[in-house]
């Protein structure tokens, strides 16, 4: 559904080459990240389902256990009071695609009772669009408030921050944050709306999928023609195209990474007048094909998306021989809008079937199917889950631009007819009476429930490559060396600066099978403009490495092939050059000695004008230590071995690694786990957590109160029940949204997130609340109107990959004290945060920055917050 045409956003190297896995505690339930199911029988597993809904199902004549739900607080109509999204499974996100015309907020019902867009309230999740402006983006630079336009306001960051709903709150306070994987948000919005995805949360391969939803306007009375320009979905996203590593490369762009629209539906063919077909209910399957003569001629040298299916306007795409086998059926679906409906999602390793209302486990048939060819690998891989209430753009009003007409009457809210072609716009058709009907514009969600086979699911075979000498103990720190792992990362291997072209991993139908295929479609202007790689391994100091990769092209010429750092000075530390022909060619280097522990990166220089038109193929690459050292592979697995004598992942008490990788309960002897769980059973009887007087137990294991307060999220103020949420400390007060803050101008605790942003970014997973990413040098996060008289003390809770980064704090632009990262804090995408402080003396009211300072490779890559004492 979410196509975006181009990212812009800071890379990175990605240190460690294994599959990191993972167990996340969900309320009710174990969540695991790797690309394997739990098994249901394992210990913590235990969930509290309503009574439409089942631990186990039987398709097919096989058995699938649950893994994951979210049942967003129990049975639908049930009462439950207004809570908050759990943050274990969700986050929000803000970003400008598909020129739809909404913007994604944060806002929730609980704390903002009058102008909310998500609400976890009477066993349903609701995203609801409202009409209203609101300007995500502080862009503009300024220096004075008379530069920033309508309800603009030059702030002492010297940038413009907006409030164009006129709610004394600043628009960027009010969106969803925007991570930089896809197109940035733009100011101007009339709408806004919700967005939630489970990426780096909830990530799994393979399985069944089912979900209860209703759509917008379902309220309207029966046989009511809705108004035009809603695009409600819930579909899945490619987990190697997140914004964080995760154990695995998370750099893939779309389309490579493939998208699945289990459901997405568009209002406006409701619309009669306008199709009388009525089939306003999609389902798309999208990944990349290769660009053929005509196809975005812009792009040249870019993939192009491929969805065979007819609906919404004949196909976006082809599905011809290119596609490597991969077919889609699906023509639209006309449904009832008024009712409940329920969605079946069937994904194995040869494809998918969609089912609706009738599902398999009851015998019911498909209503579509996909099938993956050698060519879709994306799907192949594990996916996350996206829910979204689109305002207008492709689907909602721009899908149908320049259809047929011979009046203006047959096209959306009466677009001119000229020259026989409507000219519809992204905004349109939109024809709501927002006034009358918008608590109606709403996408509303009973459940999600995902289940796997409790057989599990084939991997393919270890490369041979994995293990150079045989002995059974993988030795190779490339991973997916022989490109026949079935998941797609290693398509952002392909590195441009001023060069450009292509790579793919095809089935050369030989003894080989999959190798890696590489098109040079521009070299750009230097050796390194164009860069095959494998990147992010680490290499020890003093010690002995081999190395080599098998290689062929369609025309003899000279290769450059190195070891070079993976980050800037970039330092080659061994290089050679290999004569490549039209058959394959095994290029050996000569043996080398790393000089120093560091990461680094197995690069095939391919720039430069002799490369233009160049096709090369690679297989079999290999680096190893000279005597063999064993190197851990844990390529897709769960648990167990990984082949060193150490285990990747590990089983929870009372079960054990099963044949495929999950954990598998180990005997019959009742071993409880509460892990994830607040309060209820912990199937062995007893029960996990108790709740606070005056509240009870719910269906999904939370706590609420006998006289439905909801305390969920909030650091302090009234319960509702007359009690209080947390309380405040000495010279704090709770605020409007429950949170403690100073009596005075400065907080006790000043969030990263919440500050003005330059060069860096926010995103979920702080320690408190959120945190920022990419901070660096000359970066700044800044905050206005704090107070610092009486401060003797600033202490900035962050992480690093490197030592040696810093950051100073800055107040009206004079360095009050500098923070230096004199040991590493762990990874770059999610490391361990620590404490630095520094002693400070200032006073008055003012900005108070914190200023990245230039280090070759030491960034001060996290920010959590800043606390002042």
Known sequence: MKRSRSSSWKQFAVAGGFWAVGVIAGVGCAVATSEEAMDPTEPGYEASLESYGSRTLT??????????????????????????????????????????????????????????????????????????????????????TSQCGTNGTCASTGYCVYDQNKNGVYDHDECAPFNGTANAPTNGTKYTSGRIKSDEKVEYRYGYIEFRARMPFADLPAGATPPNGMWPAIWLLGANGAITNGGRDDSSTWPMNGEIDIMEYTQIKENKALYPSNEAMGYNVLWREFPEAGELAANPGGWEPNACSSWPNNGDAKCDGDVGGARAT????????????????????????????????????????????????????????????????????????????????????????????CQETAASCINIDWAAHGDKAKLEVDYIRWYHRNSGYAQAPRASCQDIDGNGVPDN?????????????????????????????????????YVQWVRVDNGGWANH????????????????????????????RTVPIKIVQAHDPWTAIATFNCNVGTSWTTCTGPNFTAPATDTYKFELSLGGSAYTGAQLYLDDMYLGTTTNACQPDCTGKLCGSDGCGGSCGACRTG???????????????????????????????????????????????????????????????????????????????????????????????????????????????????????????????????????GITSATAHVGAPYTGGQAQLKFNGTVLGTFTMST?????????????????????????????LTHPNGWVFSVDYLDLK
């Open 477 to 513: 720190l490339i991973r997916n060396c022989g490109f026949n792992e079935d998941f797609t990362y290693h398509r952002a291997d392909l590195f441009f600066d001023g060069g450009a072209g292509l790579t793919e991993v095809i089935n050369e139908g030989g003894t080989r099978g």
């Open 824 to 852: 590493a804090s762990g990874g770059w995408s999610s490391p361990s945060l620590t404490n630095l402080t520094t002693a400070v003396s200032a006073s008055g009211t003012g900005t108070l920055c914190l200023a990245g």
């Open 655 to 789: 079960t054990t690694c099963g044949s495929w990788g999950q954990c598998v309960a180990s005997g019959g002897t009742c071993t409880p786990s509460c892990s994830g769980k607040v309060c209820g059973s912990d199937g062995c009887g007893g029960t996990c957590g108790t709740c606070a007087t005056g509240q009870t137990c719910n269906s999904s294991g939370q706590c609420t109160s006998t006289c439905t307060p909801s305390c969920s999220g909030k650091v302090c103020g009234s319960n509702g029940c007359g009690g209080t949420c947390g309380t405040c400390g000495t010279g704090t007060t709770c605020n409007s949204s429950g949170q403690c803050v100073g009596t005075g101008p400065t907080p006790v605790r000043l969030e990263a997130e919440n500050a003005t942003l330059t060069g860096c970014f926010a995103e979920a997973g702080g320690d408190s609340g959120g945190k920022v990413v990419a901070f660096e040098g000359n970066d700044t996060i800044c905050w206005s109107n704090v107070n610092m008289s």
């Open 529 to 556: 403009s164009v860069q095959v790689r494998q990147e992010g391994f680490q290499l020890q100091a003093g010690t002995s490495y081999k190395w080599k990769v098998d290689l062929k092209s369609n025309a003899a």
């Open 59 to 144: 398709i097919g004549g096989q058995t699938f256990g649950l893994t994951w739900e979210d049942d967003f607080g129990g049975d639908l109509n049930k009462g439950q009071p207004k809570s908050y999204l759990n943050t274990q499974n969700w986050t929000k996100e803000n970003l400008g695609v598909n020129f739809e015309q909404q913007a994604y907020t944060n806002r929730e019902c609980p704390n903002n009772p009058n102008n909310w867009n998500y609400c976890v309230e009477n066993g349903k999740l609701t995203l609801l669009a409202r009409q209203e402006p609101l300007d995500c983006v502080v862009w503009q630079q300024c220096t004075s």
């Open 330 to 421: 699906w023509n639209g679906k006309t449904i009832d809008y008024h009712q409940w409906h329920t969605w079946g999602f069937l994904w194995d390793e040869n494809g998918f079937k969609i089912y609706i209302d009738n599902m398999p486990q009851n015998g019911g048939q498909p209503v579509g199917t996909f099938s993956i060819g050698d060519g879709a690998t994306e799907f192949r891989q594990p996916m996350y889950l996206i829910l979204n209430n689109a305002v207008g753009g492709e689907l909602g009003c721009l899908g149908w631009k320049d259809r047929a007409c011979t009046s203006s009457a047959q096209c959306a809210n009466g677009a001119a007819c000229t020259n026989g072609k």
